[in-house]
């Protein structure tokens, strides 16, 4: 089942701080983060693990609470290289094999 | 350099036509997956394969199909029975399939069918 994230689309001003949401209906173990400038392929951030740990990538940190089956994304002090779509992705396992379901993303739109 | 390669990026082609698109990977990676992206819907998992001779069916894989012969190929071919087939194809890969790790993405190919 594809999580689900919220908002669909952000637009900040330079320097101005963002949250991106992901949430999931099934009990989670991990997180994935991606982001994919337009044209491109997705780019790895970072995997948030069972445990809560919050982990960094540049100014951009997250979070994750498994009990409540959510994820959030932080950006601080957004940058205009920010700008993208971010997606979340939460593993799934079918006979022994994992794979990446991911949300439909969410637009970041940094304006100078 | 180590990576993924997807070919071609842009492909035209009539209906009623299958295509094939290409992904070579020089990672050494285990596990490869086919992705396919529309605007607003996020990224849906056509097929995936772990091993060499072995592939599995994703959410989305009706109208196509795929092979792995060789650890580093995971073509994917858009048969005339996919109903929709214009979008962005993104191939990936990853170290192992049991406990999926970071995602490695080529560059993708754009499919318009006319």
């Known amino acids: 089942q594809q999580p689900v994230q919220s908002p669909q689309a952000v637009i900040l001003r330079e320097g101005e701080d963002a949250v991106i949401n992901c949430s999931s209906s099934k009990a989670l173990y991990s997180v994935h983060w991606y982001r994919q400038k337009h044209g491109e392929a997705p780019v790895f951030l970072m995997i948030?693990?069972?445990?809560?740990e919050q982990k960094g990538h540049e100014k951009i940190s997250a979070s994750f609470n498994e009990k409540k089956q959510q994820s959030s994304l932080y950006l601080t002090a957004s940058q205009l290289s920010y700008s993208g779509t971010y997606f979340c992705?939460?593993?799934?396992?079918?006979?022994?094999?994992?794979?990446?379901?991911f949300g439909k993303g969410t637009m970041l739109l940094v304006s100078p | 350099d180590g990576g993924i390669t997807q070919s071609p990026k842009y492909l035209f082609r009539k209906e009623g036509q299958n295509v094939t698109l290409s992904c070579e990977q020089n990672l050494n990676h285990d596990a490869m997956y086919w992705y396919r992206q529309d605007p607003g819907q996020g990224l849906r998992l056509i097929y995936y394969s772990q091993i060499v001779n072995d592939f599995q069916k994703g959410d989305i894989a009706e109208g196509y199909s795929v092979s792995r012969e060789k650890k580093e190929s995971f073509p994917l071919t858009v048969t005339s029975a996919q109903k929709n087939p214009t979008a962005f194809y993104l191939c990936?890969?990853?170290?192992?399939?049991?406990?999926?790790?970071?995602?490695?993405f080529g560059e993708g190919s754009r499919l318009t069918v006319l």
């Open positions: 990936a890969s990853t170290t192992s399939f049991a406990n999926t790790g970071e995602l490695f």
């Open positions: 992705g939460t593993p799934e396992m079918n006979s022994g094999y994992s794979t990446l379901t």
């Open positions: 948030l693990l069972k445990g809560g």
